[in-house]
């Protein structure tokens, strides 16, 4: 293993935000991992995975482990399903394209979100009315102090809304060095309620789209209006959407009777974000190279050499604007770091 000093990290986050790292090492193998980790303090380490959904506002004044532990393999099947184990440096978009190839269903709505297999859960990556719970089976998972390995299982993680035991009593305390899904081998169940999704099948002739098709869509969708983070540094939905009582769902109706909204539950209403952000006037803003996207005003870019600081800032306006307007409270779903 090699141990990179003062190491920029602008290639490892998808903004683009040029930060070093005192100490870098790129982790291929779970016995690298466990070395690394018997000779650290947990407090020293600070862990990497895709660099996806992070804003970094400063240095990193810690060792950076870099995980890229690669491989996928079938752990079982049956006629009609299978259920898969991907290590958690794989590429999420890469990985997802793998199983289509397999014919394999379940993930096609989450095509090109960005990032690595090991950060999903942690999340719960979602998108088109699906969540990356709903083909989880468990993950492995290292123990920082003790070194030993547990699988949760989907009830361990208590996934919800782009979030996870990961993000909350458990953060910083384990590393997810795999993760296992149940796929579907036929009969797949398509989810296509998403408006977006049967327009753009419906605009290229398809009448009986298969898990592909799905997949194609998607993709499209979201080149359409997401920036490539390769050409314009982002980490894609920058806020969550928010979750709002009924009843005071209704009284913004009344203000604006325009607004789009997805019933959660019998007493809850989810409102899109990118909607109060564009009603309130920031879509397309910048100041200096941080700016909101032009055509997804949930996005927030960084054109060229904007700080992690300067990005925060801006969010933090737009928190403040929509709080203004709507008396709702916008919560980042990136990691500020």
Known sequence: MRVLRNFSLKDHNSFGIDVRADKFISIENLDNLKSILRKSYASELFI?????NMLLTGDIHKMVLHIAIKGKKVVSE????????????????????????QNYGGLENLSLIPGNVGTAPIQNIGAYGVELKDSFVSCIALNIQTLEEKEFSLEDCNFSYRNSIFKNQLKGQYIITSVKFRLTKNHHQLNINYGSIRAELAEKGINSPEIKDISNAVIAIRQSKLPDPKKIGNSGSFFKNP?????????????????PSYEVSEEEIKVPAGWLIDTAGYKGYR??????????????????????????????????????????????EVNII
């Open 48 to 52: 990497l995975g895709g660099g996806s």
């Open 78 to 101: 049956t006629d009609n399903h299978v259920i898969l184990e991907a290590a958690a440096g794989e590429n999420w978009h890469e990985f997802v394209l793998w199983t289509l190839k």
């Open 243 to 259: 979750v709002i009582a009924k009843d005071q769902f209704e009284e913004l109706k009344r203000k604006f009777p325009e607004i």
């Open 287 to 332: 100041l200096g190279d941080a700016g909101v996207h032009k055509n997804q005003a949930l996005v927030l870019v960084n054109y060229g050499e904007a700080t992690g600081a300067e990005i925060l800032n801006l969010s933090k306006t737009i928190q403040k604007a929509i709080k203004d307007k709507f008396g709702i409270d916008l919560e980042a």
